[in-house]
């Protein structure tokens, strides 16, 4: 037996349109800590219901920030919780220090892209920086920022497109899909050079102690 969310997602969408924007809150809340609900679509549509009235145009932008930024919050909150026992765990890995490292000198821009680019990362992202000790205040600026523009983007092209928003978030979500396999292609690619790279840098090390002794064998015959 196949397992669809397509008619949950039809009863979301009806009681956003019905309930208004504790429906719209919930939904949004609830794709934030991390359960598999479509929250780009919710927005597109929040948007199309805003321009036929169904929503408030003041109050729905506020009430979709509000509660994606709280389930963001919650979801860090995880990832922080769990800090010390991932640290016990991973601590002395030279590599869990390095892509510690690398979040807290880079990771602003993940953070922003994962709210409104790449949202299926996003969740995984806010576990990643609490559970790495990202300080709170940066990362609560940069998903602000990035939740407004993700807002700006998908709300904006629903009240755009009206009564097509079906359309769009169909689009939406093969662009989305299409981002996240180039993403793991390029990450493919990046772990695969990296593998490759110290196997190269033996080879050369190996080469140049060989024609080093090669020479000492010569001087000595010499």
Request: aromatic share 12%; net charge positive; charged share 15%.
């Amino acid at each position: 037996m196949s397992l669809s969310l397509a008619p949950l997602i039809e009863q979301i969408l009806t009681w956003i349109a019905a309930y208004g924007l504790l429906a719209l809150g919930l939904s949004i809340f609830a794709a934030a800590v991390g359960v598999p609900l479509p929250s780009t679509l919710f927005v597109i549509a929040a948007g199309a219901f805003v321009r036929q009235g169904v929503l408030d145009e003041v109050l729905t932008p506020i009430c979709i920030l509000a509660c994606v930024v709280l389930g963001d919050v919650v979801s860090f909150g995880m990832g922080r919780y769990a800090r010390i026992s991932i640290e016990h765990r991973f601590g002395g890995r030279r590599s869990w220090r390095r892509a510690r490292s690398a979040l807290l000198n880079r990771g602003g821009v993940a953070i922003y892209l994962t709210r409104w680019m790449l949202t299926a990362f996003a969740v995984p992202t806010n576990l990643a920086a609490g559970g790495g000790g990202y300080p709170f205040v940066r990362f609560l600026a940069f998903d602000v920022a990035g939740e407004v523009t993700w807002i700006l983007v998908f709300g904006g092209l629903g009240y755009a497109f009206g009564s097509e928003w079906e359309v769009i978030g169909s689009l939406a979500s093969d662009f989305s899909g299409l981002l996240v396999g180039i993403v793991f292609v390029l990450a493919g690619v990046y772990f695969l050079l990296k593998r490759k790279r110290p196997t190269q840098v033996r080879f050369r090390k190996w080469k140049r102690k060989d024609q080093s002794e090669e020479l000492d064998n010569q001087e000595l015959q010499g």
